[in-house]
């Protein structure tokens, strides 16, 4: 009996000891996957500072009224950026053209209402509940311009509530599109209305229609593939010094 006993002992202590080398390897690798993460979110952060620095000298060159393409995997919705509202523009313009719209989702969607994206939070699905909380870090002064109003299609800017935002400065990033005219019309003088759509209103209505939980969101992702600049926008690149050198031999040839 204490033989058997001992065995039984014995076996726990092997058992629990293989348990334990077992936990702490996994520990281990746990760790050593959090910090290759956590390196490769900065290199993520770098090289999208970059891409803004980049984009920032590019947004001196657009038209003042610039068109975008904001294309999802329902379709494409054309906007025109309003040059009343410098700041909004230049921003969305800004993030647009540097790709931090690449990939993001449509997370709020009332039908009869409005579609709201532009949260990068939206691009990690574990961080479900964190979707409407994102942005780049800063907020934008309001620019209410009266003829601005929120039409059908037109593009605004979202924000805090006034509670917590008296100054009703929008987002660093979030916007949404009117799908009703009528129920968004209370948000005139409120929400910083930045553009309008010139095509894809239907895009607009099909994206609106989709099935959606108790907290709004698409239950199959509405994702926004990318935004970029029209063609019927582009802008020539400023000439280094090597481009006028290398025309220079090319004229004297």
């Given at each position: 009996?204490?033989h058997n006993l001992f ?14 080398c077992?936990?702490?390897?996994a520990?281990?690798e746990?760790e050593?996957?959090a910090?290759e993460?956590?390196r490769?979110d900065s ?16 947004v001196?060159r657009?038209p ?6 904001i294309s999802t ?13 410098p700041?909004h ?10 790709g931090?719209?690449d990939?993001?989702?449509f997370?709020?969607?009332i039908?009869?209402f409005m579609i709201?994206g532009g949260d990068?939070?939206?691009?990690d ?5 964190e ?14 311009v009266?003829?601005?109003r929120h ?19 929008s987002s660093g990033s979030q ?9 968004c019309?209370q948000l ?7 553009g ?6 239907e ?6 229609a989709?099935?959606t939980n108790?907290?709004d ?10 935004v970029e600049l029209?063609?019927?926008?582009a802008?020539e690149?400023?000439?280094?010094e090597?481009d006028?050198?290398a ?7």
């Open positions: 009996m204490k065995r039984i002992l014995c076996i726990a202590g092997t058992f629990a000891a293989v348990i334990g077992g936990g702490k390897k520990a281990k746990a050593e996957a910090r993460q956590a490769l290199l993520k952060q770098v090289e999208m500072e970059q891409k803004l620095q980049e984009a920032e000298q590019k001196a657009l003042e009224e610039p068109v975008f393409n995997n329902l379709g494409t919705i054309k906007v025109k950026l309003y040059s009343k509202t700041l523009r230049d921003n969305f313009a800004k993030l647009a053209l540097a931090y719209y990939g993001v989702l997370h709020r969607v039908n009869g709201q990068p939070n939206s691009k699905s574990t961080l479900v509940k979707y409407g909380k994102g942005g780049p870090g800063y907020t934008i002064p309001a620019e209410f009266p003829e601005y039409k059908k299609g037109a593009l605004a800017a979202a924000r805090r509530g006034d509670a917590s935002n008296p100054e009703r400065e916007f949404y599109l009117v799908q009703d005219e009528g129920s019309a005139d003088g409120a929400y910083t209305v930045f309008e759509t010139l095509e894809g209103i895009v607009i209505d099909k994206i609106a989709v099935p108790s907290a969101l698409p239950i199959n992702p509405v994702v926004i593939k990318s029209d063609p019927s926008c802008v690149e400023p000439q280094t090597a006028e050198t025309e220079e031999i090319k004229e004297a040839q």
